[in-house]
């Protein structure tokens, strides 16, 4: 089975600048999450879909961060305009459902400068 | 409100002693709650979970984590800790609007 594939690896971007991420889930899988891991911290929950609607974007800061999930299987996610303290590493996972367990993705480490 | 909390920042014992993580958990009803693991420079790695049942769980590479609802814990142990298993723990808990919420981690090195 296939596991959560993210692109890309990595990225460097200027501030003020525009950044999208991609996320393919493990097939079959009908919810989807976009975390942000800053070094030495636990993943922080930025969305969460169930198939392509969101469950929860409390903390997606909506001013700068957009996600979408078409027709219920890939997802990217968007950064516009960047800030220095968006350089984190972004990861994606995914669930059969959303009672069972999370299998993530490798993670895109943005790095803003 | 954090609905999981691991205690200690960092672990170190010496290979072959018993290694213990601690997280504790506030959430109402019934927890969902997840170990996972994460090496340098890579994604987050499943290794045990509880939904219901005996409160004693079984995962990979020979890890183990004990559920006690009194206590609200629920941490995660190996009898004989490997040089291999130094890495980042994870405890998780999916709480009742289904949110997969992480702690802080805890850093675990294992001496030779």
């Known amino acids: 089975e296939a596991g959560v594939a993210q692109s890309p690896r990595y990225k460097i971007i200027e501030k003020r600048q525009s950044v999208a991420f991609w996320c393919n889930p493990i097939?079959?899988?009908?919810?989807l999450y976009w975390y942000q891991q800053i070094l030495g911290q636990g993943p922080k929950l930025l969305i969460q879909?169930?198939?392509?609607?969101?469950?929860?974007d409390s903390q997606l800061p909506k001013d700068r961060f957009s996600a979408e999930r078409l027709k219920g299987v890939d997802s990217t996610l968007k950064i516009q305009p960047a800030k220095l303290e968006d350089s984190a590493v972004y990861l994606c996972?995914?669930?059969?459902?959303?009672?069972?367990?999370?299998?993530f993705g490798q993670g895109t480490r943005l790095t803003v400068v | 409100a954090q609905s999981v909390a691991q205690p200690e920042d960092q672990v170190n014992v010496a290979e072959g002693n018993p290694l213990t993580v601690k997280c504790t958990y506030s959430?109402?009803?019934?927890?969902?709650l997840f170990w996972y693991v994460q090496y340098p420079n890579r994604g987050l790695q499943f290794l045990l979970k509880?939904?219901?049942?005996?409160?004693l769980v079984k995962g990979s590479y020979g890890f183990e984590a004990e559920f006690n609802k009194s206590q609200t814990s629920f941490h995660l142990k190996k009898p004989s800790a490997l040089v291999s298993d130094s890495a980042l723990y994870f405890c998780a808990v999916r709480r009742g609007d289904y949110k997969l919420s992480f702690g802080a981690g805890t850093t675990v090195t294992v001496r030779a």
């Open positions: 509880y939904i219901t049942g005996d409160n």
């Open positions: 879909f169930q198939n392509n609607g969101v469950v929860d």
């Open positions: 097939s079959g899988h009908a919810t």
């Open positions: 996972a995914s669930s059969r459902t959303e009672n069972t367990e999370a299998f």
């Open positions: 959430v109402s009803g019934n927890p969902y």
